[in-house]
């Protein structure tokens, strides 16, 4: 029974330093922080790592992928597995058989290797297994994020044009697009082990693109209604587009297919203190709209 007191001091004593719950990819990758993508998740010598762990036989205990579809898009894998560990009485060294993974029993200490798809090893650490994560708390700040903008849900455009998208628009006309709905901060938290990020996207401005063959054209805001004094004229903070030809050139009912897209403007950041920005996030709807000439009506 020395050998159990003799491992659970090693244990306590590892535990002073977070024992099972490496926080960032400082952990996995031996100290040496990667270059990070947040699009792409972790990033070692430009390739996007796909995290797998193993138990006995080739078990699969877990497998990760960076957004962006690190792994099997021919990214470097990591393969992760749980060893027995021995303690010698009195020196606290310990022995692992690195050559035999084990399938780990909840709350029992085991050392937790990394290694790449050609066999280098990354990491080597004494964990607590935890059925909950069983990536040990590796890349735990990175899962969280990739967590948060799976679960980030933006609205998407609620498009209003005048005149409306059933009527009739005319040749040489301006039709008001706008965007008649929430234009707010929108955000997502996810957790991972005992790492949170948060998600935070906020709406910047509207791009309509007409369908008609002409550049899209962007607005600031989410673009407005005509009033009683801009329906001649567009004036700033309107977001209009003025017809060139009829859509119904080569079918009656012809019809252009009016795109609006919202640009989000992202960031994140997580409990461990990191963060950043994410670029542009976008959403967007379409709507079709007919296009005709008005016809001259000569009385005699």
């Given at each position: 029974?020395?050998?159990?007191?003799?491992?659970?001091?090693?244990?306590?004593?590892?535990?002073?330093?977070?024992?099972?719950?490496?926080?960032?990819?400082?952990?996995?990758?031996?100290?040496?922080?990667?270059?990070?993508?947040?699009?792409?998740?972790?990033?070692?010598?430009?390739?996007?790592?796909?995290?797998?762990?193993?138990?006995?036989?080739?078990?699969?205990?877990?497998?990760?992928?960076?957004?962006?579809?690190?792994?099997?898009?021919?990214?470097?894998?990591?393969?992760?597995?749980?060893?027995?560990?021995?303690?010698?009485?009195?020196?606290?060294?310990?022995?692992?058989?690195?050559?035999?993974?084990?399938?780990?029993?909840?709350?029992?200490?085991?050392?937790?290797?990394?290694?790449?798809?050609?066999?280098?090893?990354l990491s080597v650490d004494i964990v607590v297994y935890d059925p909950a994560d069983p990536f040990a708390g590796?890349?735990?700040?990175?899962?969280?994020?990739?967590?948060?903008?799976?679960?980030?849900?933006?609205?998407?455009?609620?498009?209003s044009t005048n005149p409306p998208s059933g009527a009739d628009h005319l040749v040489g006309l301006h039709t008001?697009?706008?965007?008649?709905?929430?234009?707010?901060?929108?955000?997502?938290?996810?957790?991972?082990?005992?790492?949170?990020?948060?998600?935070?996207?906020?709406?910047?401005?509207?791009?309509?693109?007409?369908?008609?063959?002409?550049?899209?054209?962007?607005?600031?805001?989410?673009?407005?209604?005509?009033?009683?004094?801009?329906?001649?004229?567009?004036?700033?903070?309107?977001?209009?587009?003025?017809?060139?030809?009829?859509?119904?050139?080569?079918?009656?009912?012809?019809?252009?297919?009016?795109?609006?897209?919202?640009?989000?403007?992202?960031?994140?950041?997580?409990?461990?203190?990191?963060?950043?920005?994410?670029?542009?996030?976008?959403?967007?709807?379409?709507?079709?709209?007919?296009?005709?000439?008005?016809?001259?009506?000569?009385?005699?």
């Amino acid at each position: 029974m020395r050998l159990k007191a003799v491992v659970g001091m090693l244990v306590c004593a590892v535990a002073l330093c977070a024992i099972g719950a490496p926080a960032t990819a400082d952990y996995l990758f031996g100290g040496v922080t990667p270059t990070h993508d947040y699009t792409a998740g972790a990033v070692v010598d430009g390739q996007p790592v796909a995290f797998a762990v193993q138990g006995a036989n080739g078990q699969s205990l877990g497998s990760w992928s960076p957004a962006g579809g690190g792994g099997g898009g021919g990214g470097r894998p990591v393969i992760c597995s749980y060893h027995a560990f021995g303690a010698t009485d009195g020196t606290y060294a310990y022995t692992v058989d690195q050559t035999t993974p084990v399938t780990p029993e909840p709350d029992v200490a085991y050392t937790f290797m990394c290694r790449t798809i050609d066999g280098d090893v990354l990491s080597v650490d004494i964990v607590v297994y935890d059925p909950a994560d069983p990536f040990a708390g590796a890349l735990a700040e990175q899962r969280a994020l990739d967590a948060a903008l799976a679960a980030l849900t933006l609205t998407p455009p609620a498009v209003s044009t005048n005149p409306p998208s059933g009527a009739d628009h005319l040749v040489g006309l301006h039709t008001w697009v706008w965007h008649d709905g929430p234009w707010q901060r929108q955000s997502a938290t996810a957790t991972v082990a005992t790492t949170s990020a948060t998600v935070e996207a906020s709406p910047t401005r509207l791009t309509i693109d007409p369908g008609d063959g002409t550049p899209p054209q962007r607005c600031t805001g989410p673009g407005r209604p005509p009033t009683s004094h801009t329906a001649d004229r567009p004036t700033p903070g309107d977001c209009t587009h003025q017809w060139k030809h009829r859509s119904t050139r080569d079918h009656p009912e012809g019809t252009y297919p009016l795109t609006i897209t919202i640009e989000w403007a992202a960031h994140w950041h997580g409990t461990t203190g990191n963060g950043g920005e994410l670029g542009t996030l976008t959403t967007t709807a379409t709507v079709p709209i007919r296009v005709r000439e008005a016809q001259a009506v000569l009385h005699h």
